[in-house]
């Protein structure tokens, strides 16, 4: 007997829009009762540079209350702001925004209001929560409106490949940044599919492993307003000893299985456009879900890496379906979610994508949809009934009494952040 699908229920209302972005940010707090969230009073446009988006968190536990936190004038339609849960808190959280020529992040305590500001912007946290790397969202949103911010002009417009800015790192504690890695350094890494030396460049889609020691960028380059193509690339975490990971390029959306390995969409001659598992520092890389995930998508792995979420993009038949589906990767089978439509105005830059996001007990997924006729929107929904096998997750030893005492605080459930290694320390059954 097949399970029914899961149903959405919508935790956010008109007549005001909103939404969180990105898939591979923290968008639950570590007990799973405040949802953070974006809102906004348009749609179907660009940001301009003094359009301002509020921060606020849903309480799950209240109605589904709305909370307004602050607000922010540095943000895009795909990934927001680059709001998050700080990794190993349940109070803090980060957003970007603009003061003057500069972008900078807040870090705000929601439970006392205690509010800090960090001198430059963010793109992804440490899994410990101590650092950050960002890159240049001017340079961004010149190159691919959209995933950039507005109001402040690229310095670099006409220089190919800037040796002033690329990757930089901050210590979240003080706000001191460095640059740890430059555009012109990764150009100069030889690229043997072309000739790239007219184009311009910039990187984009920074994250930390698992375990903090390395992070991706996806490395881009233009020639003048035609399509943008893509090399992935880690480097250590002080922006030495850099891999060249998948240099076809057609990389598209990724994420770390472990400290090891990255799952991604991409371009191989051994099978074409399909999900591949790279393994960093080698030329090892196999096909995942051969025949089964065959569409680019928002991939994360479920704690315990037995499960792969997963979403596409409108299909392309009139009807404009983004499927939400599990895949379980022992079986290589394909549990259905739902599929929701996309209004044909959402499109582009201004599209709104399901970007599943899960929730610490990996129980709840959370998506943006504007398929229910009040704009976008973020609806939730119970996947508790759809995997059989139960989720196993093991912990490394620095996190053992975060976890043991999130355990007795929130007994029948493990609490974990999704993107840190797991190694045997504590192993947790979910009631599933």
Same mark, same amino acid.
Request: net charge negative; with cysteine; proline share 7%.
């Given at each position: 007997?097949?399970?029914?699908?899961?149903?959405?229920?919508?935790?956010?209302? +008109?007549?005001?829009?909103?939404?969180?972005?990105?898939?591979?940010?923290?968008?639950?707090?570590?007990?799973?009762?405040?949802?953070?969230?974006?809102?906004?009073?348009?749609?179907?446009?660009?940001?301009?540079?003094?359009?301002?988006?509020?921060?606020?968190?849903?309480?799950?536990?209240? #109605? /589904?209350?709305?909370?307004?936190?602050?607000?922010?004038?540095?943000?895009?339609?795909?990934?927001?702001?680059?709001?998050?849960?700080?990794?190993?808190?349940?109070?803090?959280?980060?957003? %970007?925004?603009?003061? +003057?020529?500069?972008?900078?992040?807040?870090?705000?305590?929601?439970?006392? #209001?205690?509010?800090?500001?960090?001198?430059?912007?963010?793109?992804?946290?440490?899994?410990?929560?101590?650092? !950050?790397?960002?890159?240049?969202?001017?340079?961004?949103?010149?190159?691919?409106?959209?995933?950039?911010?507005?109001?402040?002009?690229?310095? /670099?417009?006409?220089?190919?490949?800037?040796?002033?800015?690329?990757?930089?790192?901050?210590?979240?504690?003080?706000?001191?940044?460095?640059?740890?890695? $430059?555009?012109?350094?990764?150009?100069?890494?030889?690229?043997?599919? &072309?000739?790239?030396?007219?184009?311009?460049?910039?990187? %984009?889609?920074?994250?930390?492993?698992? =375990?903090?020691?390395?992070?991706?960028?996806?490395?881009?380059?233009?020639?003048?307003?035609?399509?943008? @193509?893509?090399?992935?690339?880690?480097? !250590? $975490?002080?922006?030495?000893?850099?891999?060249?990971?998948?240099?076809?390029?057609?990389?598209?959306?990724?994420?770390?299985?472990?400290?090891?390995?990255?799952?991604?969409?991409?371009?191989?001659?051994?099978?074409?456009? !399909?999900?591949?598992?790279?393994?960093? #520092?080698?030329?090892?890389?196999?096909?995942?879900?051969?025949?089964?995930?065959?569409?680019?998508?928002?991939?994360?792995?479920?704690?315990?890496?037995?499960?792969?979420? %997963?979403?596409?993009?409108?299909?392309? %038949?009139?009807?404009?379906?983004?499927?939400?589906?599990?895949?379980?990767?022992? $079986?290589?089978?394909?549990?259905?979610?739902?599929?929701?439509? &996309?209004?044909?105005?959402?499109?582009?830059?201004?599209?709104?994508?399901?970007?599943?996001?899960? $929730?610490?007990?990996?129980?709840?997924?959370?998506? =943006?949809?504007? @398929?229910? #006729? /009040?704009?976008?929107?973020?609806?939730?929904? =119970?996947?508790?009934?759809?995997?059989?096998?139960?989720?196993?997750?093991?912990?490394?030893?620095?996190?053992?009494?975060?976890?043991?005492?999130? !355990?007795?605080?929130?007994? +029948?459930?493990?609490?974990?952040?999704?993107?840190?290694?797991?190694?045997?320390?504590?192993?947790?059954?979910?009631?599933?």
């Amino acid at each position: 007997m097949q399970t029914p699908l899961p149903q959405p229920y919508p935790v956010t209302t +008109g007549p005001k829009y909103h939404w969180f972005g990105y898939y591979d940010k923290l968008q639950f707090d570590p007990s799973g009762r405040y949802l953070l969230g974006m809102e906004v009073d348009f749609e179907h446009r660009s940001p301009g540079p003094e359009d301002v988006i509020k921060i606020g968190m849903v309480d799950l536990a209240d #109605g /589904n209350r709305w909370i307004e936190l602050g607000e922010s004038r540095a943000w895009g339609w795909q990934q927001g702001c680059m709001l998050q849960w700080r990794p190993g808190s349940d109070r803090e959280i980060l957003w %970007n925004d603009r003061q +003057g020529d500069h972008f900078i992040c807040h870090v705000l305590d929601v439970q006392t #209001g205690e509010r800090h500001i960090l001198p430059q912007a963010i793109y992804t946290l440490s899994p410990d929560g101590k650092s !950050a790397i960002g890159t240049d969202f001017r340079r961004i949103n010149h190159m691919r409106p959209g995933y950039g911010y507005a109001g402040i002009p690229d310095p /670099n417009f006409d220089v190919r490949a800037p040796e002033d800015v690329g990757i930089y790192h901050m210590d979240l504690s003080t706000g001191e940044a460095r640059l740890i890695l $430059s555009i012109a350094q990764v150009v100069a890494i030889p690229y043997p599919h &072309a000739d790239y030396s007219t184009a311009r460049h910039y990187f %984009n889609h920074l994250l930390y492993n698992p =375990d903090g020691s390395r992070f991706i960028f996806l490395h881009r380059w233009r020639f003048g307003d035609g399509p943008f @193509h893509t090399r992935m690339l880690t480097a !250590a $975490s002080d922006g030495s000893d850099i891999h060249v990971v998948d240099d076809y390029g057609h990389t598209s959306h990724f994420i770390w299985r472990d400290r090891e390995h990255i799952l991604a969409w991409a371009w191989h001659p051994s099978h074409g456009h !399909a999900f591949y598992l790279y393994r960093d #520092g080698t030329q090892d890389v196999t096909v995942e879900g051969e025949g089964v995930m065959t569409e680019n998508g928002h991939c994360t792995y479920l704690p315990g890496n037995g499960w792969i979420l %997963n979403d596409t993009y409108p299909s392309g %038949n009139g009807e404009r379906l983004q499927h939400l589906y599990l895949y379980e990767i022992a $079986s290589g089978r394909k549990v259905p979610l739902g599929s929701y439509a &996309a209004p044909p105005e959402y499109t582009g830059e201004w599209r709104c994508d399901l970007h599943p996001r899960f $929730s610490p007990d990996g129980r709840t997924i959370a998506i =943006d949809s504007a @398929h229910g #006729g /009040n704009g976008r929107q973020i609806y939730l929904l =119970d996947i508790s009934e759809t995997q059989p096998t139960p989720v196993r997750a093991t912990v490394q030893a620095d996190q053992r009494e975060t976890v043991q005492g999130c !355990a007795r605080k929130f007994p +029948g459930r493990v609490l974990l952040h999704p993107f840190v290694e797991w190694k045997a320390i504590l192993v947790v059954k979910l009631p599933i």
